[in-house]
């Protein structure tokens, strides 16, 4: 059984996470936003394995808790899932900088600060490993228009993790983004490609299988390795 703790837990991809890790046996630690967790239908075992966290990633107070909350409690793998799509406005000529900067704050700057907090209980696993939900939308091989604060929040992630893969290499920390697919949730509508349970699930495949070998390199959710 590994513990995974999932940040964005309670809708789209996050809440997959949840519920798939849970039919694999494994023990979930999941934070949410808002004044409750989802109300999921769990065995008495699923319920057991499964600790809701209210957590705003974003926020320094809730982060600083974390240690404390954790106390000596290991983690096998983290997986930074909670994300923004950035603000109405985006465009190079019509740019709503307080969204922006908001959407960095969330897709870029939280999951380096939430890695931080739990590198205490990460340090605890035999062989800890931290997947970031980023996007090919941030790669810098793909020319397309559009979309420049989700577009460069991606684009910034992808690189943090790749130096902070170089950083916890002396830890053997697997420190890995991934592409999750084009997902039919509310971020990404209903047109979208693939399910979130199609996405959640190769991940959570992706996620189980990584090694040091693996570190630093940029996936996607069916396991193949993604042009910068």
Excluded at 5 to 17: A, P, Q, S, Y
Excluded at 65 to 71: F, I, N, Q, S, T
Aim: aromatic share 6%; with cysteine.
């Amino acid at each position: 059984m590994q513990t995974l703790f999932i940040t964005g837990g309670n809708r789209g991809i996050g809440l997959e996470l949840v519920k798939q890790s849970l039919k694999n046996k494994d023990a979930i630690l999941a934070t949410y936003r808002g004044d409750t967790p989802p109300e999921l239908p769990l065995t008495q075992d699923e319920k057991n394995r499964l600790t809701w966290l209210r957590l705003d990633v974003t926020n320094a107070t809730d982060l600083a808790r974390l240690p404390d909350v954790l106390a000596n409690q290991h983690i096998d793998i983290l997986i930074n899932n909670a994300g923004v799509i950035g603000p109405d406005r985006q465009s190079y000529n019509d740019m709503d900088t307080q969204g922006w900067l908001h959407t960095f704050e969330v897709n870029t700057i939280a999951p380096l600060m939430v890695t931080n907090a739990l590198l205490k209980n990460l340090s605890l696993s035999s062989s800890p490993r931290v997947v970031t939900v980023s996007s090919q939308m941030g790669a810098l091989h793909r020319e397309s228009t559009g979309m420049i604060a989700y577009r460069s929040s991606k684009a910034a992630i992808n690189k943090v993790m790749q130096v902070l893969s170089l950083e916890l290499k002396a830890q053997k920390i697997v420190v890995c983004p991934v592409h999750p697919g084009w997902v039919q949730t509310d971020m990404g509508g209903s047109e979208a490609d693939i399910t979130a349970e199609q996405s959640a699930s190769g991940i959570l495949l992706l996620a189980h299988r990584l090694t040091m070998q693996d570190s630093g390199k940029f996936f996607t959710w069916e396991g193949k390795e993604h042009v910068w």
